[in-house]
């Protein structure tokens, strides 16, 4: 029994009006004729079961009007054009040792009875049976081709332990023993292009392979979802600005890969999907089949493996679904800047007047936390790319880190966390279903990834005009570095290539406590060629664009990790609305010692003696002995740095290299 809202009382079983409790009697009403109904509806249509259930689905319409439609497959029948898909999908798994590719047929083999059967295509008709069949050359692979959110929830839930519905609605999974990306097991294969073009040895994050261990591991991959009874396919694309737009295609095995998948990339319209054709890239995750350690380069169970050449990624030995968009994240950083496009691990966002903020940090520094902003609209979260138009967010949706997520912080992610979201590794109520995002007894480096228009102020398409500030974000656990500084170009340069901060959770495996980290271009684990190209790009895009830079420390204050705190949000937030409105330029500033960097003397909401961290120090002598030890840090790193050459002359060089720490 309970209370509708109304103030009305309804019964939840059998209580009929026996006015018991005082409660009032149920009165069955009379029609006019006099005669009593238990029911005003009319009769269903269907004689039995089979036939009422039945009658619950519809097929989907034909998505577009043949006539009109432009591409590979205009002007061919609907039935043709599945052919042409399914055609192209069994070429994408093709063993290249053996039969050309498997019998593809669409549908959930489960459930043939209601999936309306499509034609089964395959590659065999050129196959010479006498050169050896095989057993998976006799079977069918089902495809599960860019199922919706809700069936995937229904794939995840029948057929995948551990992937449950929370009380918002979101999907909570697991993804396996790996709950972070592990970039020492990235691999990318070296041939005499990629010889040339990419960034190879010390520093570099792409550890070499040979072709043929890529192949290898691409057979292994492409054996083990062929042995499967279903594989998931999406046809998706990256990139919103439409003349570099890359069409890629995920084959994995789970219903959770798909979903984070559909969340993460573009979406396309039905009649984009019609029009896919051949993707541009294709990620093989067979991440629940580990890699044979026996295989020549391998040196764990895990292997990410990039071939720019084949266009394909293979990936062996881990299910955490951030290696796919981090790998594709790495394609974009050889694709882009060869088009003079530069690809940028930041966040974006644009005030209401059209001014654009690149939110630039690594991992946990705030970029989606503060790109997500209700007060701006939100380009995108996490990777954009910055060409002569402006900036395009290259994903479909966010990817934010949910540990101690608290509503009143952050209610717009709070918020997107709901029917069709991804929650990765998070811990719940058995039965409420309520997630508690304090537990990290999974992991610490728990996930919700959630489509971009979950965020109600999110601009579609997702492009804005040229930025005018670039925040670099970072989490200083040393508790040194000022909340805010304004930096000249030369120390935007600076710190962009350091690309400091503190790594505080797992996002990459076996980092569980804060340690100083130094990733060029705030995402050396992406970015594929040397950081002094991407450098130059920015700098020059900076300077022709008129933007200013920004260093914003989210991390400590009044101590270092251990003794200070984590700068309060709330107060970040302050920082980031005086430099968005343009306040921040018009106050005054004094020089740090040792880093040099401008500091204000006053923010609105901001208590102005935290703004010089040396004030928040009790212990004086330690603060200035942490100073130099972090300004010893970034000297450190930038060695390997001074011997190359930034832009078209020396002048830019040396005075990036003039604008690190001085003692
Ligand atoms: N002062 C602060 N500024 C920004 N974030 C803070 C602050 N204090 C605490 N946080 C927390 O730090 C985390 C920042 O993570 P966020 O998801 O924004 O990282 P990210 O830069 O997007 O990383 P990734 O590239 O891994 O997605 C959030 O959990 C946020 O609540
Ligand atoms: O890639 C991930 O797992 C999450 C992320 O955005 C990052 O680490 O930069
Ligand atoms: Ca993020
Ligand atoms: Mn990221």
Not at 601 to 609: A, H, K, R, W
Request: glycine share 8%; net charge neutral; proline share 5%.
């Amino acid at each position: 029994m309970a209370a509708n809202g109304n103030g009305r009382v309804s019964m939840a079983n059998g209580g009929a009006g026996t006015g018991r409790n005082g409660l009032p009697k149920i009165e069955t009403q009379k029609r006019a004729s006099g005669i009593c109904h238990d029911d005003s509806t009319t009769p269903i249509k269907a004689q039995t079961i089979d036939e009422l259930h039945s009658l619950q689905k519809k097929r989907s319409a034909p998505t577009t009007p043949l006539d009109g439609v432009q591409g590979p497959f205009s002007g061919l029948s609907e039935e043709e054009r599945n052919k042409q898909q399914l055609q192209s999908i069994s070429a994408s798994l093709a063993s290249l040792t053996r039969e050309t590719g498997p019998k593809v047929v669409k549908g959930d083999p489960a459930k043939q009875s209601d999936t309306p059967r499509v034609a089964h295509v395959s590659h065999q008709d050129q196959f010479d049976p006498a050169v050896g069949a095989t057993d998976s050359s006799l079977k069918f692979t089902h495809v599960l081709y860019n199922l919706s959110p809700a069936e995937l929830y229904e794939q995840a839930i029948k057929y995948e332990k551990g992937s449950f519905i929370t009380a918002s609605g979101a999907l909570a999974t697991l993804s396996g023993a790996k709950t972070g990306r592990s970039p020492k097991d990235k691999r990318v294969v070296r041939d005499e292009t990629t010889e040339d073009d990419l960034w190879w040895g010390k520093g570099s994050p792409n550890i070499e392979m040979d072709e043929h261990t890529f192949m290898v591991n691409r057979e292994r991959a492409v054996d083990y979802l062929n042995s499967l009874d279903k594989v998931f396919v999406n046809d998706q694309f990256l990139n919103w600005d439409p003349e570099n737009r890359i069409k890629v295609r995920i084959v994995s095995a789970r219903a959770y890969h798909s979903l984070f998948m559909h969340n993460m990339c573009i979406r396309p319209k039905p009649e984009e999907l019609e029009n896919f054709g051949t993707p541009d890239f294709t990620i093989y995750n067979a991440g629940q089949f580990p890699c044979n350690r026996y295989t020549h380069y391998m040196t764990s169970s895990t292997s990410i493996d990039l071939n720019l050449g084949r266009r394909e990624m293979v990936i062996l030995g881990t299910q955490y679904a951030g290696e796919m968009k981090k790998g594709l994240f790495s394609v974009m950083h050889y694709l882009m800047p060869k088009r003079q496009i530069l690809s940028l691990h930041s966040g974006c966002n644009m005030g209401k007047d059209g001014d654009v903020a690149l939110f630039f940090g690594l991992s946990g520094t705030g970029k989606t936390t503060l790109s997500t902003d209700h007060n701006r609209y939100l380009i995108g979260d996490d990777e954009h790319c910055w060409g002569d138009n402006g900036v395009s967010n290259i994903e479909g949706g966010c990817y934010a880190k949910c540990i101690d997520l608290a509503r009143e912080k952050e209610p717009d992610i709070w918020n997107a966390i709901k029917f069709g979201t991804v929650l990765e590794n998070v811990v719940f109520d058995e039965h409420t279903r309520e997630v508690d995002y304090s537990d990290k007894s999974v992991t610490e480096n728990t996930r919700a990834a959630y489509p971009i228009e979950y965020i109600p102020n999110a601009k579609i398409p997702c492009v804005s005009p040229h930025p005018k500030n670039v925040i670099l974000l970072a989490c200083d656990a040393f508790g040194v570095l000022p909340p805010v500084s304004k930096l000249s170009l030369a120390q935007t340069m600076y710190h962009f290539i350091s690309g400091y901060t503190a790594l505080v959770a797992g996002t990459e495996e076996g980092i569980k406590e804060p340690q100083a980290t130094f990733s060029a271009c705030f995402g050396a684990a992406f970015i594929m060629m040397h950081p002094t190209k991407y450098a130059a790009m920015l700098a020059s895009k900076m300077q022709m664009h008129g933007a200013t830079g920004w260093l914003v420390n989210t991390g400590w204050s009044g101590g270092r990790y251990g003794s200070g705190n984590r700068i309060k949000l709330a107060y970040t937030r302050k920082i980031i609305d005086a430099i968005h409105s343009g306040s921040l330029l018009n106050v005054n500033y004094k020089k740090t010692e040792v880093f040099g960097l401008e500091i204000p003397t006053e923010i609105e909401g901001v208590p102005s003696e935290i703004l010089e961290p040396m004030n928040t120090w009790s212990d004086k002598k330690a603060y200035k002995e942490t100073l130099l030890k972090l300004g010893g840090l970034f000297k450190n790193n930038f060695e390997v740095f001074v011997a190359h050459k930034i832009g078209k002359d020396d002048k830019l060089t040396d005075e990036i290299i003039s604008a690190g720490p001085v003692f």
